[in-house]
């Protein structure tokens, strides 16, 4: 039997840091929030906390030529992205495309935490860097 649609959530929230040490002791000491373990992706070393259902990805630039070296570079440390999980990640990508929005992956790819992600261009979001997940 297949799982009942869970409808469109945060899955996370990308924060590009400088370091992430600066901001760990920060995230895990005051507020409490527990590492998950994320591999490293996109030319960025990935710390997860967990933040009740959804994660805080802590994103450090492995070169200032990676995308988050060059967003830090622009715009400084802050919030990098959101990520919405979906139930049909293909259809959801169809509906963004009859809606005339632009698309950074035109199909699916594998993303940091092995799930099948992919980006919507900020310039069709309102200037928010989206990025979609399937659950």
Same mark, same amino acid.
């Given at each position: ?7 469109? *959530?945060?899955?996370? #929230?990308?924060?590009?840091?400088? !370091?992430? +040490? /600066? $901001? ?50 622009? *715009?400084?440390?802050? #919030?990098?992205?959101?990520?919405? !999980?979906? +139930? /049909? $990640? ?46």
């Amino acid at each position: 039997m297949p799982d009942a649609p869970r409808g469109t *959530r945060i899955a996370h #929230i990308g924060l590009a840091v400088r !370091a992430i +040490d /600066d $901001l760990l002791p920060f995230c895990r000491d005051v507020l409490g929030l527990s590492t998950v373990p994320l591999a490293d992706s996109d030319g960025a070393r990935i710390t997860g906390l967990a933040a009740g259902e959804s994660l805080v990805e802590l994103l450090e630039a492995e070169s200032p030529e990676s995308p988050i070296g060059r967003f830090i570079a622009k *715009r400084g440390p802050g #919030i990098h992205h959101v990520c919405f !999980a979906v +139930d /049909d $990640l293909e259809g959801m990508l169809d509906r963004c495309r009859a809606a005339g929005l632009r698309l950074i992956d035109e199909s699916p790819r594998i993303g940091a935490e092995g799930k099948r992600i992919a980006f919507l261009h900020p310039t069709s979001t309102g200037g928010i860097l989206v990025e979609l997940s399937e659950h």
